[in-house]
């Protein structure tokens, strides 16, 4: 009898992947089993562990990850970047888990399926970062799209939230078609799905820099619909047009998670399929990416002028930073991959905390989000609004915060690239956006306070719990703390290259 | 450059000597509110185990040191600029000086300033000098440097306005602030030359590399830009005006800026960087030449001065001159010996000077004070221990570094020097006499509703720890045991020295100049009928007194000279440039922005139809582009 051989499989490539999806079966099993005053406690708790299980998988392999390499038949890339995005993607869960236990007991919201989202969703967000194959991108894609459309409308009782999560998911639709149009037509064009290629077929990276005989027009037309998929993304004009309300609708940890964890992952996707796979077309592809940059950082910083919601000024900025990471991918250089990965990493753990605090100033169904509800915060709770202020200068890119390192990495590296004059546009930019954002400080500390309504109807009052207060504090260190000490993670962020074929 | 986990003991006991008074401001900045009554032992303690860190690290440093590397801070654009520290001879004698008398000051101050309001700010601040001082010698480039450089202007800024609800407090510490930033923004020019020119921002490179990597021409200019911004931090000429009106902080916070930090770190920096001067040789002469002049002419103010705390900051100016002019003579290691005497001597006539305002409420009026000595037996002790250091007395420990100096002048032929050094040796002694006879001796002048008193054991006991080291602390480097000056040789390289028979002639000459001072201040202060001589010499000198005591209309030539034209310059910006062009353009940016985001904001209607719409027509545009481009190749 010939004995049966079974095929050398390394796991090593997704064991975080795996590690969060059986967390996320054995919170649901959780749910299923025990009440709910017990599943507040352990759900959360086992979420944290599932994340921190994965962090360590991701750890152990930075290691052997020094060589990059493919696994699963080549579908997913094993190399230090995808390490170094799924560290951040796991942070981002644990952060985004704890803001929303408070925000689901504020609400009577029953734990239950939440934390389990959130796994299933960064669980995707992980495997988005480690793909090496268009189809698996897809895949990861819609993993982590779908979860985050039940996300988004998780407040079932609105209606503003079952709009945006409606919006938001009829038009995510739209743009996964296109996105797997692109992958047809890049198919089409190179005979491969695969960014490197599998044992005897070329990968569209092989195919791009050996062969002569390029189908120009189809593969660019379908790079140009992958662009359109991702850059909806990644919330960039003209494919933005959902953010506002999404951010909007969404309860507030929800937001802050779309802001942090979906751009990163997003952003992984394009500087793999940009930066590397695509780099010999980076001629073609970069005059879409910069019109995409400037388009994004005009308008997010331009209409963030004129809101008056406080979430939805956060959600032009998070289109104004889109702009500003593109910045990053444009240069396609090293210091652009590592400076990209940087300011992701810093800026979504800034806009976490910020939307941790929008959702403690909110309240019962958030009602307190307008730029006049924070009226004299600062004689409220001084700590929260300082803990603000700090989120809001780093969005500004305001020097000692981690906002400031973020840009000026980023800049630095499209100048080394010989686009001094896009960085000219983003500096302008930033100016713009820094009124907004100084504005809401300004409305902090300068405004006195709305006093309660005696019948009630005035501010409520700020309720932030154990959990809130940590994430929040934890979040204003870190802006501080990679403000200050940036070497280190930046160097982190140096050695996170991408797995180049 | 050695990572944290391989770095000798000593060099890792570095971070640890900064850290703890910056934890002790942290904590005070963040709960000093709740920590209350204990910040001051708190702030104290910590600085105090800084301390014996120090002197641990003292007795293993050796040679060049070592130096560490702690983080990577700035890798940007070549310049890999880490948190690394330069733990060397050089940087643990200061180190020992910042904590170590910094240490007594802090103890001092638990009694000076019990009771004040803002005890726990103030030893935040205090704790956040140190720190930033420590931060300033320690640091391995220049970059790092610089921020403690900041972070100790910073703080003085804070400490002289430290009661800033009074006005003189309040524009005294702008005052300080102002001019220091004159002497930043030419340091921080000198550090853009050698950046740029050398390609580095490390001071070991720097040293190094100097007479390879840039003309002499470049150097001098590097260096002169450096020692503009010595001058502002060490009260040096033209810069020195703040430090008079520094006296407006509590007096611990001026023992702290003239003994220990602040005004050594000019004396310091030239040391660190000395290569570059060497190489621009001509900025040496600069050095020289305005260091022994802000001696002798801070020597000349401070005989004519009656407020006894701006008497000390004179002799402060005048003896950082001393420092100053040994640095010009490339007698490094000597200019670095006398700082430390200074440290012990000047720190205890600070608080000495802090312990009689603290007996008679706060007045300064030297002419208001006298036979003191009877109540207050270990303050004029001691203060009569430091004002004989100071004076150059044979053995305290003055004579011997002061003595170093005049003789590192000698032995280079700077006779000129030599003589303008030891006319200024006179004048301390005149000045410090005065002071200490009017204040301690004589009839009492008190106003009669006063009743001095020794100050409390917590205060006293720091005094008499400083008037011992006044007195033996010349052993460190004495003739035939130079044990401070080899330990600095491998840093600073060996200093001129005359021979063995000069030396001593030199040191008498100056032992008698001193003496005769001391015995004119008795002519005109103690003696009998010393009030009417007085009164004669002043008649015949009228003009000259009266010059003298306007300080030579120092404050009104740069009032009129920069202050007011500055005024003026900057009314007519603010109503010209800044009101209508400036605000202008803003304005009508921000109405022009405010106006198209409301113009875009409609596109924003709400149905998803629309937004499709937008989406596709990005996509359109993306086509579009995309043809044409496919079309033209």
Redesign the interface.
Known sequence: MTPFNVPPIHLSGIAPEITLMIAAFAVLFIGVFTNDRFNHVVQPLVATIGFGIAIYWAVVSWGIARTAELQLSNMVALDRFAIFAKVVLAAFGVLTVWTARDHLSTHHLRDFEFYALVLFCVSGMMLMAASADLIVMFIALETFSIALYVMVGYRRDELAGQESA??YF??GA??SA?FLLGIALVYGATGSTNLYGTPGHPGILSFLTGSSALD??LL??GM?FL??GL??KIAA???H??T??AYQGAPSPVTGFMASATKLAAFAAILRLFDVAMYSLRW?WR??LI?LAIASMV?GS??????EDVKRILAYSSIAHAGFVLTGVIAANDAGVSSSLFYLATYGLTILGAFAVVAAIGGRGERRVRLADYRGLYHESPLLAGAMTLFLLSLAGVPITAGFVGK??VF?AAIQAGYWWLVVVALAMSA?AA?FYIRIIVVMYMSERLEPLPEGGGPAPVVLGAAGRAVVGVTALATIFFGL????L??LA?HATLFAG | MESFSHAPLYAQLAPIVIGLPLLGATILLVAGRRVGRASGALASTLLSIAFVLGVVSFFGVTGHGSQIHLWSWVPLLGFHTGVDLNVDPLAIVMVLVVTGVGALIHWYSLGYMAGDPGYPRFFAYMNLFAASMLLLVLADNVLLLYVGWEGVGLCSYLLIGFWFERPSAAHAAKKAFFVNRIGDFAFLAGIFVLAASLGTLSIPRIDASVSGGMTSGLATVAALLLFAGATAKSAQIPLYVWLLDAMEGPTPVSALIHAATMVTAGVYLIARVHPVFEFGAASLDVVMWIGILTALLAAILGAFEYDIKRVLAYSTVSQIGYMIAADGLSSYSTGIFHLAMHAFFKALLFLGAGAVMHALADELDMRRMGGLRRVMPVTAGTFLIAALAISGIFPLSGFWSKDAILAAAWAQGQYAIWAIGLAAAFLTAFYMFRLYFRVFEGPSHVQEDLHPHEAPRIMTVPLVILGFLSVVGGALNVPGNDALERFLDPVLGAPAAPGAVTDAILSAVAVAVAVIGIGTAWGLYMAPAADARRAALEHRFAVLVHVARRKFYVDELYGYAFVLPGKRLAMWFDSLVDARIFDGAVNGIAAMLSGSGEQIRRLQTGFVRSYAAVFLFGVMVIFTVLILRVAVT
Not at chain 1, 302 to 307: C, E, G, T
């Open positions: 409606m919006k009829l038009l739209f743009s296109f120009v027009g660019l037309l140009a662009i359109v850059g909806f004009v003209p494919f047009m959902w506002p309300d073609d005059p879409y019109g308008i331009v209409v963030a002028l004129v809101q000026l990495v630095i713009v009124f000490i940036w070497g280190p930046i160097g140096g």
